[in-house]
């Protein structure tokens, strides 16, 4: 099994900065990538942000030169460092970790995708 959980959302005014942090845990082999999506109420889910093993990153549009990914020390663990904030950043931030997991006796399992129950952040004065 893979657990992901995200943490670091809240309320912060207009331009003010948080920082997200994603952790994956359990029979995982290696992962590839990890990413970051947000939907906002009443909208569809959008794609904001992503880092690979490689440190390869991408960026939505709307983020770009806002919002930095990276990696912690552990590699299961990603952060979103979102600065500028604007009201329309408003939304449930989920992680995404695309891995292969691990099979009994230490072996490469399975390639798949896991998301977070997400996390709230709020922009408003």
């Known amino acids: 099994q893979v657990q992901v959980v995200e943490s670091g959302g809240g309320l912060v005014q207009p331009g003010g900065s948080l920082r997200l942090s994603c952790a994956a845990s359990?029979?995982?082999?290696?992962?590839?990538?990890m990413d970051w999506y947000r939907q906002a109420p009443g909208k569809q889910r959008e794609y904001v942000a992503t880092?690979?093993?490689?440190?390869?990153?991408n960026y939505a549009d709307s983020v770009k030169g806002r919002f930095t990914i990276s990696r912690g020390n552990a590699k299961n663990t990603v952060y979103l460092q979102m600065d500028s904030l604007k009201p329309e950043d408003t939304a449930v931030y989920s992680c995404?970790?695309?891995?292969?997991?691990?099979?009994?006796?230490?072996?490469?399992?399975?390639?798949?995708?896991?998301w977070g129950q997400g996390t709230q952040v709020t922009v408003s004065s």
């Open positions: 995404h970790v695309d891995l292969a997991t691990m099979r009994y006796g230490g072996r490469r399992g399975e390639r798949e995708d896991y």
């Open positions: 359990g029979s995982i082999f290696e992962i590839y990538a």
């Open positions: 880092i690979t093993t490689t440190d390869y990153t």
